[in-house]
Structure formats: C-alpha cells, structure tokens
C-alpha cells in the first residue's frame, strides 16, 4: 500500500474555538476518501491545513511519506476548494489553455480532461455562459490538468441542481476508476455513501467515526447521529 497523505493529531485553533481537535487520517493510494460532517465541523479548515493554505496549531502532515517538501508535493496535488472562478470571456479551452501555460503543462492534456468532465462539446463557449454545475466540471478539469496523484474536492455538488450534482458525482466516480485517489469533503451522507469507500467522520472538529463507508452504516453511535440529523449531517 502507498500513502499518499497521512495526519496525525492535528489541531486548529481560532482564537478560542477549538475548529479541529485531534483528526489523524491515513489516505492510501486509489482510495475515494470522504470527510463527512455538518457545516462548522472543520472539514474545510483541516483540507486547508493540508493544503498550506491554513497554519495548523499542532500535529503533523506528511505527503507521499514525508520524501518531498510541501510545495513540491503540492505540484501533485490537485485541489477544489474555492468557487470555480475563471476568466469570463474566454472559453473553456482558452482558460484551460492558459492554466496549462502558468503551470508549464503541455496543451495536448486539455482536450482529455475537458472529455473527462463532459465538456468537449462546449470546449469553444465562454465561460460565463456555463451553468455553476458546469463551471465546477471546468474546474475539476483544470485541476486534473498535470494528472494529480490525489484530487480534492470541498463540497463541489453545493448549490447545484439535482443533475448537476448527478454529473458530478459521475466525473468523480470516472476519475476514481481510473485510479485517481479521491479526498471529498461533503455535509451529505448520501454522497459519501454514494461515491466513497472509506470516511472520516467529524462533529464539531472531532472524529465519531473513521474507516470504510460499509463499517459506517453498523457503528450504532453513527446510526444515533444518522437518525437525529435526517440523512443531511
Ligand atoms: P466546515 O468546512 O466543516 O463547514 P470549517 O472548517 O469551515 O468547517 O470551520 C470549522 C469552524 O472553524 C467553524 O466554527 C468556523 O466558523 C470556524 N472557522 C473557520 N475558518 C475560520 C477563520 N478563518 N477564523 C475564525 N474561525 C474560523
Ligand atoms: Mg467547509
């Protein structure tokens, strides 16, 4: 089994809010890992500590077993965890195209990613005529540009229409098959269920449940959660 990112112990203060308190997490190489929990659970904070975008207050992360530094093996990472924000009047090949450019990737990935997310056919529209359900395909085909080790995604079915999240599901469901390790942080169990094998659990930044998603449905203090929150966590 490989690594691809493993978290020990890590803790998030803001001031005097505990965010997140002592999440540890093993993501092996092929796995679609989701991290469950209600809005304020700190899944986006611990994707950021992960991600260099957020500082830690204490505990550990190591990408692909601690043989590179952060920023180089962040080049193999490739990560949604903002709104899809491009340049409007340029097109979806044109803004991927250009993504190529500042990353120093070859041109020829762009017609197989677009393929990926289901957006050839709109490769020449520009992206302010695309749906929010489309613009988070493109983004998701930006990020899988220099073939990632480990794609992840921050609630990228938010706000989207039951097809849209269909299609979403779907690309990631793609991706994973052909071996794309998957980090997906959601607040809907359904889709956890859904798409995952394995899942960390958080409530109010502390872990109630970490392994597979199968494991999951007969833990009996998930259940308890499961029925109090109505299948929406
Ligand atoms: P989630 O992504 O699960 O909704 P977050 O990680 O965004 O949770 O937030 C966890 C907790 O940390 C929440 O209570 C949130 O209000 C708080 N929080 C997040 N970011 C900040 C910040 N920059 N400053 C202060 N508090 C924050
Ligand atoms: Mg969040």
Redesign the pocket.
């Known amino acids: 089994m490989e690594t691809i990112l493993s978290i020990k112990n890590l803790h998030k203060r ?2 005097k ?1 505990q ?2 308190k002592n999440v540890s997490l093993e993501i092996q190489k092929g796995n679609v890992y989701g991290i469950l ?10 994707l ?1 500590i992960v991600l260099n975008v957020v500082n830690k207050t204490s505990g550990e992360y190591s990408w692909f077993g601690g043989t590179l530094q952060t920023h180089e093996a962040l080049k193999k990472v490739g990560a949604i965890i903002e709104r899809p924000n491009f340049y409007p009047y340029m097109t979806a090949k044109e803004n991927l195209e250009l993504v190529c450019k500042i990353k120093g990737i070859s041109y020829n990935k762009v017609q197989e990613k677009l393929e990926v997310v289901g957006l050839y056919d709109r490769k020449d529209s520009k992206f302010n005529t695309f749906s929010l359900g489309m613009k988070q395909r493109l983004a998701i085909a930006s990020a899988l540009l220099n073939d990632p080790e480990i794609l992840i995604l ?1 609630e990228p079915t938010n706000g989207l229409d039951p097809q849209g999240i269909h299609q979403i599901r779907d690309i990631i469901r793609l991706i994973a098959s052909q071996g794309t390790t998957i980090l997906l ?1 959601s ?1 809907l169990l359904d889709e956890v269920e859904k798409v995952c094998s394995h899942v960390l659990v ?1 409530r109010k ?1 502390e872990i109630l449940y970490s392994g597979t998603v199968e494991g999951m449905s007969t833990n009996n203090g998930f259940i308890e959660l499961q029925a109090n929150d109505n299948k929406s966590l």
């Open positions: 803001y001031g809010l965010a997140v929990g209600p809005n304020g659970s700190g899944k986006s904070t611990t950021g921050d942080a607040h958080l930044g």
